[in-house]
């Protein structure tokens, strides 16, 4: 049996699959790929300690995947945490996993408030000399001497596009980084800074990473969708389950204190949100599969989506990630969730 038949069917009995190649997805002409599902390392930190997080870990790798998304602020809105803590913790995993940097892909981000909201020069944004100074903190934490992929978090109006290209320029020319991408650009935002690169011969994000979900499908579907589709760009997207949502356990106001992330949900609890809560539960139980699974599958389907990006607080949530990547949904069912979570 072929190792990716093999693959699919341990996921599809929970087995794992240690050792076993899970497809590939080319991340834009970055040169990288990715399994269909990424990492997200926001928790770690966060709702899961440094051990547990190593388990997380190991269950993602063993289960097949590769990518790992975490920014240079996770967690500082933690009380007592400063930023940098998932990136230490993977560090630490790494470091004690000899062999393991070159199975990951790693992508982190910068662009966040670091430290004091008043510090000066500020701690922030996409200036060439705060790129040039966080981009030795977060190689510090991680323990590497190269980042895979490194995204600007957010736009920043304060600094031109050619200021930050030129930046990057400079560390994918040191070898400090492979590829570089961008979050939370629109359009608009986006095609101009390809505009600014393709004008100054400067490296053009080639990766973006917008939030996306089966509710929440405006914001990246249409104009910016369609960029990404005619550039080349990989998408990978966050809030793959709208804050657990899409898991199904939210469905009434009573539901929210289930988890720390309960109070994101209650804006999901309306009545189109409910339609794909229905939906998802008639085409999970036509594959005995859970909703969050097809949930991750839905976006796995979608043509201008290279990859979610998900987060688990346990190595069960890890088994999962690998079934929803073994699933194929019908054009049926594709159409039907499609029309329950039609924007209105």
């Known amino acids: 049996m072929a190792d990716e038949q093999r693959w699919q069917a341990a996921a599809c009995t929970g087995a794992r699959t240690k050792d076993m190649k899970m497809q590939q997805r080319k991340l834009g002409s970055s040169g990288l790929t990715t399994a269909p599902l990424v990492l997200g390392g926001n928790v770690f930190g ?24 975490t920014a240079d602020v996770y967690s500082a809105w933690v009380p007592g945490n400063k930023g940098g803590e998932s990136e230490t913790i993977i560090g630490k995993w790494l470091k004690a996993r000899p062999g393991m940097r070159e199975k990951v892909t790693l992508f982190t981000k910068v662009g966040s408030q670091m430290g004091p909201a008043d510090a000066v020069p500020p701690h922030k944004g996409l200036s060439a000399r705060w790129i040039t100074t966080a981009v030795e903190d977060s190689l510090k934490r991680l323990g590497i001497e190269t980042i895979d992929l490194y995204f600007s978090h957010w736009p920043d109006p304060d600094t031109p596009y050619e200021e930050t290209l030129r930046a990057y320029e400079g560390l994918l020319q040191a070898g400090k980084v492979r590829a570089i991408g961008a979050s939370n ?26 939030g996306y979900n089966l509710y929440d499908r405006t914001p990246f579907e249409g104009a910016l969708a369609d960029l990404c589709q005619s550039e080349g760009i990989g998408v990978v997207v966050y809030y793959a389950l709208a804050s657990g949502f899409l898991s199904g356990k939210y469905r009434s106001e009573a539901d929210l204190d289930k988890s720390k992330r309960g109070g994101g949900v209650k804006k999901y609890l309306t009545p189109r949100g409910l339609r794909i809560l229905d939906a998802l539960d ?13 949930a991750l599958a839905w976006l796995m389907a979608q043509p201008a989506v290279t990859a979610p990006i998900a ?23 594709l159409a039907a969730l499609g029309d329950a979570s039609r924007p209105e």
């Open 46 to 69: 966060w709702t899961i300690d440094a051990p547990t997080s190593f388990d997380v870990l190991d269950a993602f790798v063993d289960h097949g995947f590769n990518a790992i998304d």
């Open 185 to 210: 650009l629109d359009a608009d935002q986006l095609g101009e800074s390809l505009r600014v690169a393709k004008a100054h011969g400067l490296p053009s994000y080639q990766v973006l990473q917008p």
């Open 282 to 294: 008639a085409v999970a139980s036509a594959h005995g599969a859970s909703s969050a699974e097809i």
């Open 311 to 333: 987060s688990a607080t346990s190595t069960a949530q890890i088994a999962s990630f690998a079934r929803a990547a073994a699933l194929t949904l019908t054009a049926d069912q």
